[in-house]
């Protein structure tokens, strides 16, 4: 018996092993992946209407709407990563968004959550705005490779399956590479509810991709539900990098950086993401926060 006891815990041990040796080649293969979407990338890094080095693209398709970022940053692996990977300081990155009205990151036994209150651009009480929770889970972690989703099965008027997938890699000692995805799927309530908003606040509303040019040369943006994702998953990665740029300020001075950082960000792109003065976002923020 002791002998059979022995076997059968070498051989546990042996798969456990052979486990968690496919598990680091399966993350070292994803780290290489994004380097080579890196390479992959090179001349759209290098020359972009963004001003910085960043690709963006967007699809709909069979009822999900999906925008992808991919952008070096000046961050060091060392200090994106660790940041990053804490359930807790994404809280301080989704707050930034001018929708999110609250945020609150708890450890259940079931696992990582972060319940949200979603509303409206403006300052509005909780209890009028929609209540949402994403599932955080760390997928893979290396010393020079993460990757982290946010998952939700439900959201407003008939939309689900929200997946917020983050993965960043080390270039060097000063640089990361990033690929941010936002994503969610609509039906027919979900449909009807975004024409409605696309054929009224939203008519004049572009996304980033340029799909043609008018008779002056100027360029002609993607509108519709492809600029609605676009929109949005730049405002999450500005978040994020507004974040990551606080992390070098004592922290009692970093949520007035993370807020004038991604303020300063989103106007940038005025055309698109331009919503509300800088005083009325600051206050706005100011306020959450507080309320937290």
């Known amino acids: 018996m002791g002998v059979l006891a022995l076997n059968r815990a070498t051989s546990r041990a042996g798969i456990l092993l052979l486990a968690l040796a496919g598990t680091h080649a399966a993350q070292a293969q994803d780290a290489d992946t994004l380097k080579a979407r890196h390479a992959a ?5 290098a020359s ?3 001003r910085q080095p960043l690709y963006l693209e967007s699809r709909d398709e069979s009822g999900t709407l999906q925008g ?4 070096t940053v000046a961050y060091p692996f060392a200090v994106a990563g660790p940041a990053l990977q804490a359930v ?4 301080d990155i989704l707050l930034l968004h001018q929708n999110v009205k609250s945020c609150r990151a708890s450890e259940p036994p079931e696992g990582d959550t972060l319940s949200l209150n979603i509303g409206r651009k ?9 209540p949402f929770e994403f599932r955080y889970r760390v997928v893979a972690v290396m010393p020079d490779y993460l990757h982290a989703v946010l998952n939700a099965d439900d959201g407003p008027m008939g939309t689900s399956r929200y997946r917020i997938d983050l993965e960043v890699v080390a270039l060097d000692a000063q640089r990361s590479f990033l690929h941010l995805s936002y994503s969610y799927a609509y039906g027919m309530a979900a449909r009807l509810a975004m024409h409605g908003y696309l054929a009224t606040l939203g008519r004049d509303k572009v996304g980033f991709t340029v799909v043609g040019y008018d008779a002056d040369g100027q360029p002609i943006h993607e509108g519709g539900t492809r600029g609605v994702v676009e929109r949005n998953t730049m405002r999450y990665f500005l978040a994020i990098d507004a974040y990551l740029a606080a992390l070098s300020v004592p922290p009692a001075a970093r949520l007035e950086k993370r807020l004038t ?3 300063a960000g989103v106007e940038r792109f005025p055309v698109q993401l331009h919503e509300l003065e800088r005083d009325e976002y600051l206050d706005m923020k100011r306020k959450e926060v507080r309320r937290q």
């Open 41 to 45: 990338l090179r001349d759209q890094l």
């Open 48 to 50: 972009n209407p963004f």
């Open 68 to 71: 992808d970022i991919y952008a």
């Open 88 to 91: 807790a300081n994404w809280c």
């Open 122 to 130: 403006y300052d509005m009480p909780l209890a009028d705005a929609y």
């Open 261 to 263: 950082g991604w303020y």
